[in-house]
T-cell receptor, first 117, second 116 residues
Framework: AQKITQTQPGMFVQEKEAVTLDCTYDTSDQSYGLFWYKQPSSGEMIFLIYQGSYDEQNATEGRYSLNFQKARKSANLVISASQLGDSAMYFCAMRETPNQAGTALIFGKGTTLSVSS | GAVVSQHPSWVICKSGTSVKIECRSLDFQATTMFWYRQFPKQSLMLMATSNEGSKATYEQGVEKDKFLINHASLTLSTLTVTSAHPEDSSFYIC????????????FGPGTRLTVL
């Protein structure tokens, strides 16, 4: 079974609108971390936002917020006021046992976001 | 900040040759580095976990004799693709965790390998 599921291969949004990118995860661990990364066409992985499983409040970073629903095991990324530069591939990822730095991330298949003017 | 560099950023080689890719943490010490592989329009797949001073841990299906990983210091890990073939053409990305900051993982800019 997939640990990270991103069901939207592609999303389209107009400038200045908000968009939600879906992510569900599967883990039996009580302690885990959830990440969102942006990958533009250049290939670099840009860290956007992090949510720990014990964090009670949803994480926010500027125009990015994470809608964390633990019981539903979902960690959707909300981008407010979309900009043309937001067009990229977006990956949801999870690290189980987040207190151990030696644990790799597990990535979803990604969602391609296209922002139009 | 925490910066991870990779060298080279792209490389083209002939089939049968070996290619070495370097991953460096420039301003922090990384006891653990990770190597991922990404095919076009696909996700990142973990290849191996590299710990300083010890043998790398490879994921199932990754040939350790083909993808040699060396983590000689706290700031440098290398991936050598031996006897490369066209099917090894891919985007290789490394990442590193910063000591004391397990919630983050810093990625290098990636290396695009093309094997002719």
């Amino acid at each position: 079974a997939q640990k990270i599921t991103q069901t939207q291969p592609g999303m389209f949004v107009q400038e200045k609108e908000a968009v939600t990118l879906d992510c569900t995860y599967d883990t039996s661990d009580q302690s885990y971390g959830l990440f969102w990364y942006k990958q533009p066409s250049s290939g670099e992985m840009i860290f956007l936002i992090y949510q720990g499983s014990y964090d009670e409040q949803n994480a926010t970073e500027g125009r990015y917020s994470l809608n964390f629903q633990k019981a539903r095991k979902s960690a959707n990324l909300v981008i407010s006021a979309s900009q043309l530069g937001d067009s990229a591939m977006y990956f949801c990822a999870m690290r189980e046992t987040p207190n151990q730095a030696g644990t790799a991330l597990i990535f979803g298949k990604g969602t391609t976001l296209s922002v139009s003017s | 900040g925490a910066v991870v560099s990779q060298h080279p950023s792209w490389v083209i080689c002939k089939s049968g040759t070996s290619v070495k890719i370097e991953c460096r943490s420039l301003d922090f010490q990384a006891t653990t580095m990770f190597w991922y592989r990404q095919f076009p329009k696909q996700s990142l797949m973990l290849m191996a976990t590299s710990n300083e001073g010890s043998k790398a841990t490879y994921e199932q299906g990754v040939e350790k004799d083909k993808f040699l990983i060396n983590h000689a210091s706290l700031t440098l890990s290398t991936l050598t693709v031996t006897s490369a073939h066209p099917e090894d053409s891919s985007f290789y990305i490394c990442s590193a965790s910063k000591q004391g900051f397990p919630d983050t993982q810093y990625f290098g800019p990636g290396t695009r390998l093309t094997v002719l």
